[in-house]
């Protein structure tokens, strides 16, 4: 068998299995492709002629077995290879962490334009619920002079977050903090860019997510209060935090409802933009700390 039939084996397995895909790739054909490339210690971004390579036994065997386990226990591909991708860069996954596969990672790259002055550099940036690191490390990279600081609420995330910024080199460029929210921030620590990618699955959805999605730490994903409870805390002390002409950057899936009813009720109707990029819509939305001053949070009675 070459490498292009063992990819066509694996998607039409995948298919018929019905697995859900979206932690790190969106068809069965890529996943596919991923999982083979992994189980045969090649890049994940091989050129296209690789796939006519042939494939002895005990390759075809380690790939199938891949194949299996991706079925047979709905692990994400992330967990079976140990490595997730996003933007071009690579990182350490495991259980602890949930998948990178955030959309501020094209506004990094993009260095926040058109909602930042590029003529302003980002000294400061911070990553509330950072996870395994991943914007954290792009931002620090795609920022070389800046200073980012990452916190999470979890010890275990946080641990494999350092493992990618040791691998990266960032030891000293990131200053890793456990943290819930902004608990164990000093208001006098201001940042130019604060980002997030908190929880916002609310509790009713957890039992209809498939089976891949629940291999993630809950606290990853799950919040109260329609999804909102994380966002919540982040709008109503963000202004605090972010340094004048400060940009705050939230991630919040397909719960844009969800949010504009809350800023609707506890914050004066406070003005989001959506952000529309080449990949996605309606899923990030950012606000300037101006604006965030001018709509403080109230309670919702």
């Known amino acids: 068998m070459r490498i292009g039939d063992l990819i066509a084996q694996g998607e039409t397995q995948f298919i018929a299995a019905e697995l859900a895909f979206g932690q790190g790739t969106t068809t069965a054909w890529d996943e596919a492709r991923w999982l083979t490339l992994a189980a045969l210690d090649l890049p994940v971004d091989s050129p296209v002629e690789i796939e006519s390579h042939p494939c002895d036994a005990h390759q075809i065997k380690n790939v199938q077995s891949f194949f299996a386990r991706r079925i047979q226990e709905r692990l994400p591909a992330a967990y079976l290879t140990g490595q997730a991708w996003l933007k071009g860069y690579a990182f350490t996954v495991d259980p602890r962490v949930i998948i990178p596969r955030s959309f501020i990672a094209e506004l990094i790259m993009d260095h926040f334009q058109p909602w930042r002055d590029p003529n302003t550099p980002v000294r400061e940036c911070l990553d509330l619920c950072t996870g395994s690191g991943c914007l ?5 990279d795609q920022f070389p002079l800046a200073t980012i600081t990452a916190t999470d609420l979890s010890k275990e995330a946080l641990e494999v977050a350092r493992i990618n910024s040791d691998a990266y080199g960032f030891e000293q460029r990131i200053q890793w903090i456990e943290s819930d929210v902004f608990e164990s921030l000093s208001p006098r620590h201001q940042f130019d860019i604060i980002m997030s990618n908190p929880p916002y699955v609310p509790e009713r959805k957890n039992s209809s997510l498939p089976p891949e999605f ?11 209060d329609h999804g909102m409870a994380i966002v919540r805390r ?6 605090g935090f972010l340094a004048p002409q400060g940009l705050l950057v939230i991630e919040v899936g397909h719960e844009r409802r969800a949010l504009e009813r809350l800023v609707e009720k506890e914050f004066s109707n406070l003005p989001v933009t959506w952000i529309q990029t080449k990949e996605q819509s309606d899923n990030v939305f950012v606000v ?8 403080p949070w109230r309670p919702h009675q």
């Open 136 to 140: 954290a490390i792009i931002a620090a």
């Open 214 to 224: 629940r291999h993630e730490p809950r606290m990853a994903l799950i919040a109260q």
């Open 234 to 239: 982040i709008l109503a002390k963000a202004d």
């Open 288 to 295: 300037p700390k101006e604006t965030l001053n001018q709509h």
